[in-house]
């Protein structure tokens, strides 16, 4: 088989839970298996669950280990991809230039491939989800925090040192809300992210601690869900309709936990994107959720390794 073609195995290191699955060159998870990420005992806790996590995504695969080509390891910025180095993510407390990459090799004796884990999950998206043949097309996820990637005339636009494409970082608000990913003020994840609707919640009164919980007041008629989800809705779009402005994509894909609450999100931001962004990239741009749920984080760190294949970028293996 080329290179690139043979299944992958795929990590993703969150910071509430880690996955990893075996993926074949068509998108098929061969395997998936998930289990929380025990950030409070350290790095090197973590990394031994990671691996032993890759083990078992292999051994339940049953795909052969001969066959399993390479690693892709997906995870929150920032990092340097082409070294294999976490220099800090927020999600991860503690680690510091974690070389993760020599550390992956040795315990799999297997090239690795790192990215930005947003950033994969736009390559995943492009490759196998709602996004696959699209020219030019927007991933952003809404979880915990905001990121995003994009894909510019069918290539991953992926920044100097990888770090590009941080659309959660885009204001809506430049004396807005207090930004916990970087600290400035009124980034569009400071309106959109689940930790801001749950802090917006509490600030109001509401007795609700997730987004979810959020949505369900607010199409119940609650005035002050209501109140919150407008707001919500208004960020997402604002934030959606200068990077369609800037990008000009055919296609804007919704994923993360946020987007949980489905048409109730979608269909207001997307009428909003299309009326509000200028002509004629707002009449055209469709606005879609990621049908690859869970499996996007590994399904990206996957997508990453054919990628970097496919532009002869991977790392020699040894
Ligand atoms: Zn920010």
Not at 70 to 81: E, K, N, R, T, Y
């Amino acid at each position: 088989m080329a290179a690139g073609q043979t299944p992958v195995l795929a990590l993703d290191v969150g910071g509430t839970k880690l996955a990893a699955g075996v993926v074949g060159s068509d998108g098929v998870t061969h395997s998936f298996v998930v289990r929380p990420s025990r950030t409070e005992l350290g790095v090197d806790a973590v990394l031994d669950d990671l691996f032993a996590l890759g083990r078992e995504a292999v051994e339940q695969s049953g795909v052969p280990w001969t066959a399993v080509e390479a690693v892709g390891i997906g995870c929150g910025g920032p990092l340097d991809a082409e070294r294999g180095i976490l220099i800090a993510p927020p999600h991860l407390p503690g680690w510091r230039d974690v070389p993760i990459n020599e550390l992956a090799l040795r315990a799999f004796e297997r090239p690795v491939t790192l990215e930005n884990d947003a950033t994969a999950a736009a390559a995943g998206e492009h490759r196998w989800g709602a996004g696959a043949g699209a020219r030019h097309m927007v991933y952003l996820t809404i979880s915990t925090g905001v990121g995003g990637g994009v894909v510019i005339d069918g290539s991953l636009y992926r920044g100097a040192s990888g770090n590009g494409g941080e659309l959660g970082h885009v204001t809506v608000d430049w004396r807005g809300r207090r930004c916990r990913g970087c600290g400035r003020l009124g980034c569009l994840e400071a309106y959109v992210s689940g930790t801001s609707i749950a802090e917006r919640a509490r600030e109001a009164g509401l007795p609700h601690a997730t987004s979810e919980e959020v949505a369900a007041a607010a199409r119940d008629g609650d005035p002050a869900a209501r109140e919150l989800w407008e707001e919500t809705v208004e960020a997402l779009a604002c934030g959606l309709i200068s990077i369609v402005n800037l990008f000009e994509p055919e296609l804007v894909v919704l994923g993360g936990g946020v987007t949980r609450s489905g048409a109730f999100l979608l269909d207001p931001v997307r009428a909003a994107v299309r009326e509000g962004a200028m002509r004629p990239a707002g009449e055209a741009v469709d606005v879609v959720l990621s049908p690859l749920g869970d499996r996007v984080g590994v399904l990206g760190a996957a997508a990453i390794v054919y990628d970097r294949a496919a532009t002869g970028d991977v790392p020699a293996n040894g």
